[in-house]
C-alpha cells in the first residue's frame, strides 16, 4: 500500500521530529519549519492534508492567512496549545482556515482518524485526470460520450477551410466550440472575432461588419475597417446568426460567395481571408421556412454543421464542470469553503439546466459568495427543493420551518457529526444542541 502524503508545517522547528508512530504506519510525513518551505513543498500536488503544529501570534497571523488563502485546496488540521484559542488572531484563524484543530496533549489514534477522515473526503473533490485531449480542447471541460463526440467533431472541422454552422441552446458552450475550431485550424495565429448579431443596434451593423469610407454618413470622419475585415487572416464568429437582418442576409452571402467586402458609402471591393463560423440557438431550417432567413445563405453557411448538446444530455459532466469553475472562481470565495456538500451535487445531478453552462456557472459563482458553511448546500445554489409555507402559516412558522431545515441540511453534509455542523452553521455546539431540542431532531 502507498503512504498517504502529509506536510507537517512546525514554525521554528530546528530538526524535523520523528512522526507518531501511528501516523507513521498509513502517512509518509514531510516537516518543514517554515511557510515558504511549506509553499515549495506544495509545489508538487501531492498533498490533500496538512498539519499546523501550532499557529502564530498576531504577528504572524496575517502571513499565515495569506498562505492558507493561497493553498485553500488543501484541508488543514492544527494542533494547539491547550489556552491558544484565547487568543482573538488564533481563534480567527482556526475559524477560517482551518478543517479540524486538535488541543494538546493530543490523542494520537484521534488525530489519525481525523486526518484519514479528512484524506478521503479531499480525494472525493480532488480533479479528475483529465483525458488526452490536446490543450485547446481541453478548455471543453467534460468527459462525457457527447463531449467527446464534439471534440472529434472539432478536431474534423477545423482541418477544413469551408463554412461552419454551430447549433445550440443559449449557454450551452457554441462560442467555446468556435474558439476551439479556430485554435485547432490553420488560422490559430490568428484573429479570432467574435461578433453577437443581436447585440448591435440594426443601424449600426452594416458598418459595424463592413466598415466604412470616410464621409459615408455623418460622423464617419475616416475610412474604417469592418468586423469582418478586422479578422483577416482568422476566423469570424457570427453568433445569432438569425437576428441578421434580411437585407444584411445578402451582403454577407456575397462575401461568402465572392470573398470580399465593400465598406459602406464605398464602390472599391477589399479581398477578405476570413473563415466564417456562424452560431444560432433557434432552429436556422424552420426560420428559413418562415421567410425569416434566406434559404441560399443558410446553405452557405450549413457546410459543416455542429451540434453543441444542452447540458441535460451530458449529465456525466456536471461534477467535474462543476469542480472546474469552483476552482476557476476560488479567488472569490470565503477561505473555508472547500467545495460541494454531497447533497449539492446530487440537487445539480437533478435539476434540468435551461440556461446549460452558464447557468452552471452562474448558480457555482453565487454559491461560493453566499456559502456560509464548508461545503456548498443546495439551498446556497438555489436549488433547494421549495416546499411552499402550509396555507396560512405566518412568517414565524416559516422562519421555524427555514430553520429546522438548515440544521437538518447540515447535520447530513456532517455526517451528523455535531462539532461539524456547528460550525458550518456558525453557531457553537451548545446552541446547535439547544435547537436540536428546540426542534426535537435526534444529535
Ligand atoms: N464544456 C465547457 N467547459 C468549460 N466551460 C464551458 C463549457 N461550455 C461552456 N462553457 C462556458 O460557459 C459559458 C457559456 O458558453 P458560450 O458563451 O460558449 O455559450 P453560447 O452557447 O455561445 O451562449 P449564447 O448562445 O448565449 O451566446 C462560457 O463562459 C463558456 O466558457
Redesign the pocket.
Known amino acids: 500500500m502507498s503512504l498517504k502524503k502529509l506536510l507537517c508545517i512546525e514554525l521554528g522547528a530546528s530538526s524535523a521530529p520523528p512522526p507518531p508512530a501511528v501516523l507513521a504506519a498509513e502517512w509518509d510525513v514531510r516537516t518543514v519549519s517554515s511557510w515558504r518551505e511549506a509553499a515549495r513543498a506544495l509545489r508538487t500536488p501531492v498533498y490533500l492534508v496538512g498539519v499546523v503544529l501550532d499557529l502564530p501570534g498576531p504577528d504572524g497571523a496575517e502571513v499565515a492567512a495569506r498562505f492558507f488563502r493561497d493553498y485553500w485546496h488543501i484541508e488543514w488540521v492544527g494542533v494547539l496549545a491547550p489556552r491558544a484559542l484565547e487568543a482573538s488572531a488564533c481563534r480567527a484563524l482556526v475559524a477560517a482556515h482551518l478543517a479540524d484543530f486538535h488541543t494538546r496533549p493530543v490523542d494520537p489514534l484521534h488525530l489519525f482518524h481525523a486526518l484519514g477522515h479528512l484524506h478521503g473526503l479531499a480525494l472525493l473533490r480532488a480533479p479528475p485526470a483529465s483525458g488526452a485531449a490536446a490543450p485547446e480542447l481541453a478548455?471543453?471541460?467534460?468527459d462525457s460520450a457527447a463531449?467527446a463526440r464534439l471534440r472529434a467533431q472539432i478536431v474534423k472541422v477545423a482541418q477544413s477551410d469551408a463554412p461552419v454552422l454551430i447549433w445550440?441552446?443559449?449557454?450551452?458552450?457554441?462560442?467555446?466550440?468556435?474558439?476551439a475550431v479556430h485554435t485547432q485550424s490553420a488560422r490559430a495565429a490568428g484573429p479570432f472575432v467574435p461578433i453577437?448579431c443581436g447585440a448591435i443596434p440594426p443601424a449600426l451593423i452594416q458598418s459595424e461588419l463592413f466598415g466604412h469610407a470616410r464621409g459615408a454618413f455623418t460622423g464617419a470622419a475616416k475610412d474604417k475597417a469592418g468586423l469582418i475585415e478586422s479578422a483577416s487572416g482568422g476566423t469570424v464568429f457570427l453568433?445569432?446568426i438569425a437576428d441578421l437582418p434580411k437585407d444584411l442576409q445578402s451582403n454577407l452571402l456575397r462575401f461568402l460567395q465572392e470573398k470580399t467586402i465593400y465598406r459602406v458609402g464605398s464602390t472599391r471591393s477589399v479581398d477578405v481571408d476570413v473563415r466564417v463560423i456562424a452560431?444560432s440557438?433557434v432552429n436556422l431550417q424552420q426560420a428559413v421556412e418562415d421567410g425569416l432567413f434566406r434559404e441560399d445563405l443558410y446553405y452557405r453557411l450549413n457546410v459543416l454543421p455542429i451540434d453543441?448538446p444542452p447540458l441535460r444530455e451530458r449529465k456525466a459532466?456536471l461534477d467535474m464542470?462543476a469542480q472546474?469553475?469552483f476552482r476557476t472562481f476560488a479567488t472569490e470565495k470565503a477561505p473555508r469553503l472547500k467545495g460541494f456538500g454531497p447533497d449539492a451535487l446530487e440537487a445539480i445531478r437533478a435539476h434540468h439546466w435551461p440556461g446549460?453552462?452558464?447557468e452552471?456557472?452562474n448558480r457555482t459563482r453565487r454559491a461560493m459568495v453566499l456559502s456560509e458553511g464548508r461545503l456548498i448546500g443546495p439551498h446556497d445554489l438555489g436549488l433547494a427543493p421549495r416546499r411552499a409555507p402550509a396555507a396560512g402559516a405566518g412568517l414565524d412558522a416559516s422562519r421555524i420551518a427555514a430553520e429546522r431545515a438548515a440544521i437538518g441540511a447540515s447535520l447530513e453534509r456532517a455526517g451528523r457529526n455535531i462539532t461539524h455542523a456547528a460550525r458550518d452553521l456558525g453557531v457553537s455546539r451548545m446552541t446547535l444542541y439547544r435547537l436540536l431540542a428546540k426542534h426535537g431532531i435526534q444529535p
Open positions: 478548455a471543453l471541460t467534460g463531449i445550440g441552446e443559449s449557454g450551452s458552450g457554441k462560442e467555446l466550440t468556435a474558439q453577437n453568433d445569432e452560431a440557438h453543441v459532466d464542470l472546474h469553475f446549460n453552462v452558464r452552471l456557472i
